[in-house]
C-alpha cells in the first residue's frame, strides 16, 4: 500500500507594518544607506489604499521614495516621485527641496532643459539657501 503524502503548509503571509512603523523602518534604512530597503519600503507604504494611511505618512512616503531612489541611482523614479510630491503636496515646507531633487534627477536622466527648469525655480522659492549649488548644476546641464 503506498502511503499518500501528507498536505504541505500553506504558508502564512507575513504582516504588514503598520504605516507609522513602515515609514520609521524606511527611514532608518534611507539614514543608514540601505537606499534598496529604503526604496521598498517606502514603495509599500505608497501602495496601500490612500485612505489607510495618515496624509502626513504618505507624504513623508512619497518625499522619502523619491530621495531613497535618488540615492540608488534610479533616476526615473526619483523624478516621478519628486514629480507627484510637488503636485499633491505644493504647499509643504519641502516643496523647493524637491525641486531641487528632481533637478537632480533630471540630470541623471539627461534631461538637461527639465533640471534647468527645476534648479531656476528651486532659486525663485529659496534664494541664497544653497544656490550656489544650483547655479552649479544649471551650469553643468548647460555645458551638457
Not at 16 to 29: F, K, N, V
Not at 79 to 92: G, K, L, P, R, V
Not at 99 to 122: H, M, V
Amino acid at each position: 500500500m503506498t502511503a499518500t503524502p501528507e498536505p504541505s503548509a500553506t504558508p502564512q503571509p507575513s504582516p504588514t507594518a503598520a504605516p507609522s512603523q513602515a515609514i520609521y523602518e524606511a527611514d532608518q534604512a534611507l539614514h543608514n544607506g540601505d537606499y534598496d530597503t529604503a526604496v521598498s519600503i517606502y514603495q509599500s507604504i505608497i501602495a496601500q489604499p490612500v485612505l489607510s494611511v495618515d496624509p502626513k505618512l504618505r507624504s513623508d512616503a512619497i518625499f522619502g521614495y523619491g530621495v531613497a531612489a535618488l540615492r540608488e541611482g534610479l533616476f526615473n523614479i526619483a523624478a516621478q516621485a519628486m514629480t507627484e510630491f510637488i503636485a499633491n503636496y505644493a504647499s509643504d515646507a519641502r516643496a523647493a527641496q524637491a525641486l531641487f531633487l528632481r533637478g537632480d534627477a533630471y540630470l541623471g536622466l539627461s534631461a538637461w532643459d527639465k533640471a534647468i527648469a527645476d534648479f531656476t525655480d528651486y532659486i525663485k522659492y529659496r534664494p541664497v539657501l544653497i544656490d550656489s549649488y544650483a547655479y552649479e548644476r544649471m551650469g553643468d546641464a548647460y555645458l551638457a
